[in-house]
């Protein structure tokens, strides 16, 4: 069983101060503002379950309002016609006020999420100023091309800004996918209005306050805060928004893709669900496998769209493998995200909670073997031990379905051939990862496996430079890189009369 981090039956909750929540109505045209019901919603503790804040809760009226924000600050607003350095400038310096408040935002993470403060601080909050800043960098280098036509004519192709787009984001990375979605967007011209999960959107209004501090115009930038079935359907089907952009489930994603069509065609990238395979071979280094599989899968308490929750190892180091596995899920130690000795907080909230339970449950039910884990860790806050299942058929649901917590499905291949197939006996294809020693194996298992992204002895080995998005439905479109940037930006293409050159 995983540790406690006070040995006792209910994880202690930190005394730490939690920073006093300053931010918690709609963002629009510069200014928080009340939504127009004046209704709110309730954003949670998920160590406790208790209620830490009511925020604003956006509808159809809200998103038409940050729209017309939008659209007049695109329209006739100075952020487009800035010139690339100018919007860099000031994304630098959204990026430099990050910095310098990143205790108070990791404290907002981790109380509204139950993530890791110090992993928060470390990892999130350094990522998003970084994001901001290889964009910013990257802003006043947007050019098209000359064209050398034929039949007298010569043209070149201008890089636009697709105009109002529409961000959708989940609650696992508020500030990593918040900063995933604007600062591509912001550097390439375009205004937002972006939702952030009802579940998790005190960052994100608290990144609304430093970017007006920043200098971004006013109606650049809105955050309505609201639930996907109004809020986000609201976005999705907006005449007057150019592009929607979404990370989250492949069911809501189809649902936006269907809310787009059926609206003005607008174009969409989405980032969706994944059940991603790592393949572990009989030469790889028992320790260094064991510790990326453990990582790859319960990073982020397994909250994590890429998570390696099927393990599939050669039959040779099967056992071996297992068993480090066993030792490094017992010796988690569960509690408050705060706690520096912490390794997992808890769930996100009550709904993934209970819905990580039912696949344990699941998983036993349909005869997988429970190898260590299946419980909750006390009666409150929503605390699941670390869960590895043993003896799974590909055709069992947990390792069928994304079940986005804390539950690993191990499995044993004989044959490179045969872990190939198996690897890809999945309707996700968003990422993998591999362990081997032998160069010719990782090449070919690395053309063969249909994902977005492919790791080769790491795993979760983000970085802002490198493309990101998935296969088959995990949706398209890529996150970071300058890819990310192209998504944001129109090509137009411009051609004249050449009258009378020697030239052609």
């Known amino acids: 069983m995983a ?65 017309k924000a939008a659209r007049h600050a695109f329209d006739h607003g100075p952020w487009p016609r800035m010139s690339g350095s100018e919007r860099g400038s000031i994304l630098m310096k959204f990026a430099d006020l990050i910095d310098e408040n990143a205790e108070e935002i990791a404290a907002l993470d981790a109380v509204n999420g139950g993530k890791l403060f110090i992993m928060c601080k470390l990892i999130d909050i350094d990522g998003a100023s970084r994001t901001l800043r290889y964009y910013a960098g990257a802003a006043d280098k947007i050019h098209g091309t000359v064209l050398k036509l034929s039949k007298g004519l010569q043209g070149y192709t ?145 909250e994590i769209c890429v998570a390696s929750s099927r393990v599939f190892v050669q039959e040779g180091i099967y056992e071996k493998l297992e068993n480090k596995l066993i030792e490094k899920a017992k010796a988690t130690v569960i509690g408050d995200p705060f706690d520096p000795k912490v390794h997992q907080g808890p769930q996100t909230n009550k709904q993934q909670f209970e819905k990580i339970l ?26 699941i031990e670390p869960t590895i299942f043993a003896d799974v058929k590909d055709d069992m649901t947990i390792a069928k379905e994304e079940i986005f917590g804390p539950v690993l499905c191990l499995m044993k291949f004989k044959t490179m051939e045969e872990g190939i197939k198996r690897a890809n006996g999945t309707t996700y294809g968003l990422a993998a990862g591999i362990i081997t020693k032998n160069l010719n194996v990782a090449n070919i298992v690395s053309r063969s496996i249909r994902a977005g992204i492919i790791w080769i002895n790491c795993y979760t080995a983000f970085d802002v430079d490198c493309p990101f998005g998935g296969y088959k439905m995990s949706g398209f479109g890529r ?20 009258l009378n050159s020697p030239w052609y």
């Open 158 to 302: 201008l890089k636009e800004p697709i105009g109002v787009v529409g961000s959708i984001i989940p609650w696992n990375f508020p500030t990593a996918m918040f900063f995933m979605k604007t600062a591509p967007a912001l550097a390439a011209g375009c205004t937002i209005i972006l939702k952030p999960a009802e579940q998790t959107p005190l960052s994100a209004l608290y990144f609304a306050h430093l970017a007006k501090l920043a200098g971004v115009p006013d109606g650049v930038l809105n955050v309505v805060n609201g639930y996907g079935c109004t809020t986000g359907a609201a976005i999705s089907s907006h005449m007057d928004i150019d592009k929607v952009t979404f990370t989250g489930s492949t069911e809501v994603g189809r649902k936006i893709m269907m809310a787009a069509a059926a609206s003005n065609l607008k174009p969409v990238s989405l980032e969706l669900g994944g059940k991603s395979p790592l393949l572990i071979f009989d030469d790889a280094d028992i320790d260094q496998a064991a510790d990326i599989a453990f990582r790859g899968m319960f990073f982020n308490k397994g």
């Open 479 to 498: 996150e970071f890189g300058l890819e990310a940037l192209d998504q944001y930006l129109q090509i137009k293409s411009v051609v004249t009369p050449v």
């Open 3 to 67: 540790n406690h981090c006070d040995g006792d039956s209910n994880p202690t909750v930190s005394s730490l101060k939690i920073p006093a929540i300053r931010f918690t109505k709609l963002f629009i045209n510069g200014e928080f503002v009340d939504s127009v019901s004046g209704k709110t919603l309730d954003t949670f503790d998920p160590r406790t379950g208790e209620v830490i804040a009511k925020v604003s809760l956006g509808d159809v009226e809200d998103v038409d309002l940050a729209v």
């Open 358 to 383: 039912s696949y344990i449950e699941i998983g036993k039910t349909e005869g997988a073997t429970l190898l260590v884990g299946g419980n909750r860790v006390g009666q409150k806050g929503y605390y």
